[in-house]
């Protein structure tokens, strides 16, 4: 199975900032790779799939980019809602489709 | 609105039987592929199941294959996981879910609200 592997594990940042997340897969998915954002108490979201393609009602902010093992989210400047964990998801091999670990954006 | 709520879920020994329901709403259930994603307790999401829209099986992850069935009934707009041999590791939280559409079966773009399902004698 194909290993997706995020980081950091936390990114401490505050609103207006910058965010910058990376997802590293063992092995080439092409550009077949969606991101996801989950809030406590939520289910997860569809931002992004494709590896840069926003899904419908996906804010400008949120950009996805890369292609073969290394992907970045990046968020253009951090809104109060995008405290949440995020995930990567490929599905260049499937099943199972994996999902990386997470990475929980915070509020420094 | 588009809407997916899932039912079933709820407290069983180890070894017994489970069965989630699906039910949709606005959209055209027939035209998608739907998936099972589960999340254990403070962790991360983990696929679990996905099916094409006329009833062809996407697949199983490892975990499950050979304990879990998926179904679905485009009649009465519903998806359903029938789960056998429950184990302990099979407690989380269960969603489903529903593809962008029939070319990109893969990504899930509307997500339930969940069920919980606990094992545990």
């Known amino acids: 199975d194909i290993v997706l592997t995020q980081s950091p594990a936390t990114l401490s940042l505050s609103p207006g900032e910058r965010a910058t997340l990376s997802c590293r897969a063992s092995?080439?998915?092409?550009?077949?790779l969606a991101w996801y954002q989950q809030k406590p108490g939520q289910a997860p979201r569809l931002l992004v799939y494709?590896?840069?393609s926003r899904a419908a009602d996906t804010p400008a902010r949120f950009s996805g980019s890369g292609s073969g093992t290394d992907f970045t989210l990046t968020i253009s400047s951090l809104e109060p809602e995008d405290f949440a964990v995020y995930y990567c998801?490929?599905?260049?091999?499937?099943?199972?489709?994996?999902f990386g670990q997470g990475t929980k954006v915070e509020i420094k | 609105e588009v809407q997916l709520v899932e039912s079933g879920g709820g407290l069983v020994q180890p070894g017994r039987s489970l069965r989630l329901s699906c039910a949709a709403s606005?959209?055209?259930?027939?035209?998608?592929?739907i998936h099972w994603v589960r999340q254990a307790p403070g962790k991360g999401l983990e696929w679990v199941s996905g099916?094409?829209?006329?009833?062809?099986?996407?697949g199983y992850a490892d975990s499950v294959r050979g304990r879990f069935t998926i179904s679905r009934d485009n009649a009465k707009n519903s998806l359903y996981l029938q789960m056998s041999s429950l184990r302990v590791e099979d407690t989380a939280f269960y969603y489903c879910?529903?593809?962008?559409?029939?070319?990109?079966?893969?990504?899930?773009?509307?997500w339930g609200k969940g069920t919980t399902v606990t094992v545990s004698s």
């Open positions: 879910t529903k593809a962008i559409s029939s070319s990109a079966p893969y990504y899930m773009d509307v």
């Open positions: 606005g959209f055209i259930f027939d035209d998608y592929p």
């Open positions: 099916i094409r829209w006329n009833g062809g099986i996407i």
């Open positions: 092995q080439s998915v092409s550009s077949y």
């Open positions: 494709d590896a840069s």
């Open positions: 998801h490929q599905r260049r091999n499937w099943p199972p489709g994996t």
